[in-house]
């Protein structure tokens, strides 16, 4: 990724249908979003190394990353769901879940054009 990664805490839908919701694209607002990956972020309380478990196309990765620069929280566990949207994507963008003082936060991460 060539830009730098923006955040946005509106978390945007629109009925669906059901007692479900369709997720809209916090850039262009489109809903045919399609997750691709998912990626754990394992810490203990303020440790330096996080695991970082990835799964995606199939695949699963698992890797010990010191401080966890991508980890949507700092300080412990973490959670990001990367989709692509057919509305405006070429970068994806990333749905994420962070645990912070007893609070749960969710936001999106993606690269802003």
Same mark, same amino acid.
């Given at each position: ?13 629109? #009925? ?9 694209? #916090? ?64 970068? #994806? ?21």
């Amino acid at each position: 990724m060539t830009n730098a990664w923006a955040q946005s805490d509106e978390i945007k839908t629109r #009925p669906y249908g059901r007692g479900t919701a369709d997720l809209l694209c #916090p850039r262009c607002g489109s809903a045919n979003l399609h997750h691709t990956g998912v990626t754990v972020y394992d810490r203990g309380e303020d440790r330096a190394t996080v695991v970082e478990t990835t799964v995606s196309g199939g695949k699963i990765k698992v890797d010990p990353v010191a401080h966890g620069a991508m980890n949507p929280s700092g300080r412990r566990d973490g959670l990001a769901i990367r989709f692509d949207c057919e509305g405006c994507g070429e970068e #994806p963008i990333e749905l994420t879940i962070a645990q912070h003082k007893g609070s749960t936060e969710i936001g999106w991460r993606y690269v802003d054009f």
